[in-house]
Each structure stands twice: as C-alpha cells, then as structure tokens.
C-alpha cells in the first residue's frame, strides 16, 4: 500500500478522534455540569495514556540537554491542546459537532497556511498561491453550507 495513503488514513482518523473528543467532552460537561472538570478529566486521560505507551514501550528518553536546548515556543502545545479540549467541551454543544470541527478545520487551515507561507516555527516555506486560497475559501464555504444549508 501507498505510505501517502496510509499517512493520508491515519490524518483523517485522527480527525474522527478529534470530532469524537469534543463530542465526549461536551456530553461529560453536561453531564457533572462543568466544563473546566470536563476539560480537567480530559486532560488526565491524555496524560494517562501517553504515560501508559512510554511505559510499555519504553522509548529512549532524550537527555536533559536537549530538553534544555529547545525553542520557548515547542512548550505551547500542551496548553494550546488544553485549550482545543476546553473549547470542545464548551462550544460543541452550543454550536454541534459538525459546525464546531468544520470552524476548528478552517482556523486550522488559515493558521498553517500562515505558517507555511512564512516559514515560522521551524517549517519549510511553502508561499501561499491561488489554489491554496481557494481551498481555505472552500473550506469556509463549507462551514457556512453545514451552519445554513
């Protein structure tokens, strides 16, 4: 099989992950009436799970030096992935499912064509050409055909 089509599978499991996440998180909001626990006990499952897979499979841990030695910015995911879980518990019930993925799609897109186009955060430059524009264009187009049509 083609590793792009494999790469290209497992991407868009990790969007079912993602739309099944803010799903979960939203009903465990309503259900002990409060999104920052909802979130919290998210947050504990991330946690407990990345601790399960480096204990099973015992991955070789970076030296202190090189923990020491990167950017400031490397350090923002795990609470930039607080507040996407956050976000999902809270909004997804007001909005749905699938306007609440379709709006994170498309601030996905628009930032990492951003990213792209300048190069930042240790990314190869990719500029920002007609087509890719139209593709963010159609990605917002989809947004409002889910919330309207």
Request: aromatic share 10%; proline share 5%.
């Amino acid at each position: 099989m083609n590793p792009t089509l494999i790469f290209a599978l497992l991407a868009a499991g990790a969007g079912c992950c993602i739309a099944l996440q803010a799903t979960a998180n939203a009903r465990f909001r309503q259900n002990i009436d409060s999104q920052w626990f909802a979130a919290f006990f998210s947050i504990c499952g991330t946690i407990l799970t990345a601790a399960i897979f480096v204990l099973v499979t015992r991955p070789p841990a970076p030296s202190w030096e090189k923990v020491r030695e990167t950017e400031w910015w490397n350090w923002i995911g795990g609470p930039l992935g607080a507040l996407i879980v956050l976000a999902g518990a809270t909004l997804t019930k007001e909005l749905g499912a699938a306007v609440f993925i379709a709006l994170v799609v498309g601030g996905q897109l628009t930032c990492s064509l951003l990213l792209d186009h300048f190069a930042l955060l240790g990314l190869k430059e990719q500029p920002i050409t007609p087509g890719r524009v139209i593709g963010g264009l159609l990605v917002v187009a989809g947004v409002v055909c889910i919330k309207y049509l």
